[in-house]
């Protein structure tokens, strides 16, 4: 068997030599001495190609992969589809910048993300290359807006890492020592997660304790809510730990921010475009946010973000924002053609395969002593690792060495929060795929949990 058959006919991993092999090694040195040390690779991967949910690596070890490039590659790795409309477009212009042109596919997608945002309100897009960057824009949108100059955003949360989202970003410090001072004006508040209320709030009241906190701790107490711009808010916490927040809690939110003028910005880079089963994490549970933004699955694979807005907000001046490559033609040629395979089924084999898993996963908890709760919706899944389920000490070392593990059996997954493990596989998953890896997740807890 050629290797182009292998890989393209490989649906389970299969690896030929210990981890890493000998090509991977070879590169990894030349990455430690030439790349920036602040990237945060979890082992070593070093991909040559991959197709659909696999993974070939440089030595010819298949992977599969649950971590779909953070999220990102949704109709899978270089699906057909989306590899012809980028070598059309291609042909055709590279480039030409939406900031002072025009071309068709910028119209036509923004008529898409129109149709799919929630609210019937009229909308308009906002084009970037990145996550970061569309929460830019909406910082920059939301203060031109109001006239308002704060941002309230949560504790745990994740927007991106330049200066403007970092200042929003509290996931990890790591992510902010020595990069302070940040954009003032920002607040945070406490996320509503039950299973660990940082109130101290029974589970069943911590939406309530968190939304009480924000209304009269912080919007009566360091700032006016006539002075807030925007709250940003996640509708399920990403690289926090795929934390999933009562739906009273984003009403409550909701509701708020209807109540004092303050725009709702929700942040679906991660958990939007079909990942969770539904267009939008925000679809979950009925809320109509006046900015929502994206990126990562939007354009599987091509960098390309948007920020899409309430039309009347949107009456800056031109020249007021702008960007150079901001809504490239390829990327968005590789966008319409995700929105088409999403639409034509991915979502929904989301939503089945992602019933399918936590139908498996539920009794995880009663049989493994590691695992404290699992959670997530779709194909946005965690299991948050702990030492003992009474107490629940976050089980930081174990959730590494699980990560690990599954790596040199052939599976990739990525950590996010403290202690938690996240499956993010492409939506193009079926069902071997989707019970391989539980196989494997089960395998290495199974073997953490004897070393102690
Ligand atoms: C990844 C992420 C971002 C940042 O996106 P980049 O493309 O890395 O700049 C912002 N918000 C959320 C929720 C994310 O998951």
């Not at 092999?21 to 082992?43: E, F, K, Q, V, W």
């Not at 949360?157 to 790591?174: D, M, N, V």
């Not at 589970?203 to 912080?218: K, Q, S």
């Not at 996963?361 to 965690?382: E, F, K, N």
Request: aromatic letters at 6%; hydrophobic letters at 40%; one cysteine or more.
């Amino acid at each position: 068997m050629s290797k182009t058959e292998s890989i393209l006919e490989a649906k389970l991993p299969q690896l030929k030599t210990a981890l890493p092999g000998p090509n991977a090694r070879r590169i990894i040195d030349g990455d430690a001495r030439l790349i920036s040390p602040s990237y945060t690779r979890s082992y070593p991967l070093v991909i040559r190609r991959g197709r659909g949910a696999m993974v070939e690596d440089v030595d010819g070890n298949l992977f599969l992969d649950f971590s779909a490039g953070i999220a990102v590659v949704a109709t899978g790795h270089s699906h057909p589809e989306v590899v012809a409309a980028i070598r059309e477009q291609a042909a055709d212009f590279i480039h030409m910048s939406g900031t002072d042109f025009y071309y068709e596919s910028m119209v036509t997608l923004a008529g898409k993300l129109e149709k799919i945002a929630p609210g019937d309100s009229p909308k308009r897009v906002f084009y970037t290359n990145s996550g970061a960057e569309a929460i830019e824009a909406a910082m920059k949108l939301a203060r031109y807006a109001t006239g308002r100059k704060n941002f309230i955003a949560f504790h745990g949360c994740f927007h991106g890492r330049t200066y403007g989202a970092l200042s929003l970003t509290s996931s990890k410090t790591t992510q902010r020592d020595r990069f302070g001072p940040f954009l003032s004006g920002v607040f945070h508040a406490p996320y509503a997660n039950p299973y660990r209320c940082s109130l101290g709030a029974a589970p069943a009241d911590c939406a309530r304790a968190c939304l009480d906190y924000l209304e009269n701790t912080i919007l009566h107490g360091v700032t006016s809510p006539e002075e807030v711009a925007a709250i940003f808010v996640e509708p399920i916490q990403g690289e926090g730990g795929y934390l999933v927040p009562p739906a009273e809690f984003l009403h409550g939110l909701e509701k708020l921010c209807r109540r004092h003028g303050i725009l709702l910005v929700a942040d679906e880079v991660q958990s939007g475009m079909g990942r969770t089963g539904k267009w939008w994490a925000s679809d979950h549970v009925g809320i109509t946010p006046d900015i929502i933004t994206s990126a990562k699955g939007i354009a599987s694979g091509l960098p390309l973000g948007a920020m899409i807005a309430r039309a009347d907000l949107m009456d800056w001046k031109p020249g007021a924002h702008a960007s150079t490559f901001g809504g490239n033609p390829v990327a968005i040629a590789a966008a319409l053609a995700t929105h088409r395979l999403l639409e034509g089924g991915l979502i929904e084999n989301a939503r089945r395969l992602g019933e399918h898993i936590f139908g498996k996963l539920a009794d995880w908890p009663a049989r493994h002593r590691l695992v404290g709760q699992v959670r997530g919706r779709g194909l946005m899944i965690a299991l948050e690792l702990v030492r003992n389920q009474e107490t629940k000490e976050p089980a930081v070392a174990e959730r590494d060495a699980v990560v690990e593990g599954a790596f040199n059996r052939g599976l990739l997954l990525l950590a996010c929060g403290p202690n938690a493990v996240r499956l993010m596989p492409p939506l193009v998953i079926d069902q071997e795929q989707a019970d391989c890896a539980l196989r494997i997740l089960d395998e290495v807890l199974t073997e953490v949990e004897k070393r102690g």
